[in-house]
């Protein structure tokens, strides 16, 4: 059958694939029921991790701004997404969605 160590290598794998899945629910998923785009009203869903890479990267090199024009200095843990639109991504900070339309990243900045 299995060896300990080739059970254990098993279980490790289970285990970063278990914290991967909860790494990216850090918004309930009771919450996201009842939230939505404070502009559009749409439902909103997580962002993949990529894209999160993706903007802290823009954020860290300080080409990246929010709607309103400011330039945005604190990377993100996550965001949130228009899911029909997906133009405008919502940002995530300390386990908190910020629903402000002014503080959202337009996702044609990312691209």
């Known amino acids: 059958m299995y060896s300990k160590l080739s059970y254990a290598v098993i279980q490790l794998k289970f285990l970063n694939i278990k914290f991967m899945v909860m790494e990216l629910r850090m918004i309930s998923e009771d919450l996201l029921k ?21 903007i802290n990267s823009l954020i860290e090199k300080g ?41 959202s990243i337009s996702l044609d900045s990312v691209s």
């Open 34 to 54: 009842i939230i939505a785009c404070p502009e559009t009203k749409q439902d909103l869903v997580m962002a993949a991790p990529d894209l999160v890479d993706k």
């Open 63 to 103: 080409e990246l701004v929010s709607r309103s024009g400011q330039k945005i200095g604190d990377k993100i843990d996550g965001g949130l997404i228009q899911k029909e639109e997906r133009k405008y991504l919502y940002p995530i900070r300390d386990d908190i969605p910020i629903l402000l339309i002014d503080e």
